[in-house]
């Protein structure tokens, strides 16, 4: 059997404040966690190394900029790598990501024990809005600061810790709600799909509907379905706790291809969780229920892709 150990590193509220020095120390914390319970991988959250700054209005767009890397690794984000060098661990990132060319996306990595960035995913489903909305109590401005990701959706077979090679894919956050995304890393036959979130306890758009403790269920039901109907496992890492007044509900999950929760997060702070994945339970989905190639009805599908 392929087995692979994998931790979802939850981080606790950074404020507005603190520094890339005090979520990068953070951050190594959990991997040294993660080497002494013998994990291979390790997932952080959406925009690991500052607060969830979308939500804070600048009308000079480049007055945002201090949130973005302009180089992976820098010197401050050099111990991740040098972590993962001493411990032999991979790990995925989640980041601001400003391009020689000036462009700005909201994107991950996951990079090898050596450094080497392995694959790259830039956020294609961009919630919220690009001006300031007097109507909302807290603004969500990633259709503001950040491009439609332009890689689509990659699935990369790398080498990962003992398993050998295995298929790795990335979505960010609101992607998850989107089962289009899911299906493409399925027809890419992805076993692992790494996933980071910052999502808000309330949403500001609920119209009473969406009430507060329907907020984890949409998130697992997601993630759960997901990996469910496309027969991968999926690390879905939050940023949890109050960021200066602002709630994010956890709730870090690892969910298997029948569904369920392996391991989940029960606070709202650094946190590691873990799970032994056996790869092989992929293939009971991929060659029956869900066989592609055999069942799909791609005739009937022309909306889908319809503009
Ligand atoms: N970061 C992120 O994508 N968060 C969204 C919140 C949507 S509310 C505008 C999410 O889907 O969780």
């Not at 973005?68 to 820098?74: D, G, K, M, R, Y």
């Not at 997901?226 to 200066?244: H, I, L, P, R, S």
Request: with cysteine; net charge neutral; glycine share 8%.
């Amino acid at each position: 059997t392929r087995r692979l150990t994998v931790a979802a590193a939850q981080l606790g509220p950074i404020q507005k404040a603190e520094g890339r020095d005090v979520s990068v120390g953070r951050m190594v914390r959990l991997m040294e966690a993660a080497h002494r319970r013998g994990v291979e991988v390790v997932v952080f959250p959406e925009l690991a190394l500052t607060t969830f700054f979308p939500r804070w209005y600048e009308a000079d767009r480049a007055a945002a900029d201090h949130w973005f890397e302009s180089a992976l690794p820098s010197n401050e984000t050099a111990p991740l790598f040098e972590a993962a060098r001493k411990y032999g661990i991979a790990f995925h990132l989640g980041y601001a990501e400003r391009t020689p060319e000036g462009r700005r996306f909201n994107t991950a990595v996951f990079v090898h024990p050596s450094g080497e960035i392995v694959l790259k995913y830039r956020k294609v489903h961009l919630p919220g809005h690009a001006e300031y909305d007097p109507v909302r109590k807290v603004q969500h401005l990633e259709k503001r600061l950040f491009e439609v990701g332009d890689l689509g959706f990659p699935v990369m077979r790398a080498p990962v810790g003992g398993a050998g090679p295995v298929n790795l894919g990335m979505l960010i956050c609101n992607d998850r709600r989107w089962p289009e995304a899911w299906r493409v890393l399925g027809l890419q036959s992805v076993e692992v799909v790494m996933l980071g979130y910052n999502t808000p306890s309330l949403n500001q758009d609920n119209r009473g509907f969406e009430a507060h403790h329907l907020r984890v269920l949409h998130s697992h039901l997601s993630i759960q379905a997901g990996c469910y109907q496309n027969a991968t496992f999926a690390v879905a890492t939050a940023k949890a706790g109050v960021e200066d007044g602002h709630e994010l509900f956890g709730h870090s999950i690892i969910v298997n291809p029948q569904g369920e929760i392996m391991a989940q997060a029960t606070s709202w702070g650094d946190e590691l969780i873990t799970a032994d994945l056996d790869l092989d339970m992929c293939r009971l989905g991929r060659e029956t229920i869900f066989n592609f190639a055999v069942h799909r009805r791609v005739e009937a599908y022309g909306r889908i892709t319809a503009q």
